[in-house]
């Protein structure tokens, strides 16, 4: 991504070390900001492929498709332990995401269905 932003050392890095208290904490916070700004741009580019991808389901029990969303959370899990990040974390956000594209999903199929039945009138 063009706007990538370098990352500030982890607390008690080498390069932190001359940096602590207040300032530490804004040099994180930006660090962070710029962590941000990349999951924004990555979150987006996923939910384009998500529109995309209802495109292609005909009905609710392929928009809800409960083994496929248990695989990707499965594998969240597996992602979130091979960095080092609390997998708790990682799955609960996943959770949220994919019930709120869940939900995008079958207002798109709604919509495409309404719009079929006043085309048929």
């Known amino acids: 991504m ?4 370098p ?8 390069s932190a070390g001359d940096v602590d208290g207040p ?16 999951i924004i ?6 939910t384009r492929v998500v529109r995309e991808l209802t495109v292609h389901k ?3 029990a392929t928009v809800r498709s409960p083994e496929r969303v248990r695989q990707v959370l499965d594998r969240i899990h597996g992602l979130a ?14 959770r949220a995401l994919i019930e709120e594209l869940t939900l995008m999903q079958l207002d ?3 919509a495409r ?3 079929a039945s006043a085309d048929s009138r």
């Open 2 to 5: 063009s706007d990538q932003q």
């Open 7 to 14: 990352v500030a050392s982890p607390a008690g890095s080498a």
């Open 23 to 38: 300032a530490r904490i804004a040099e994180l916070r930006v660090a962070i900001d710029g962590l941000d700004r990349q």
């Open 41 to 46: 741009a990555l979150l987006a580019e996923r």
């Open 58 to 60: 005909t009905d609710e």
């Open 81 to 94: 332990v091979g960095q080092g990040m609390p997998p708790e974390v990682a799955v609960g956000t996943y």
């Open 108 to 110: 798109m199929l709604a």
């Open 113 to 115: 269905r309404a719009a």
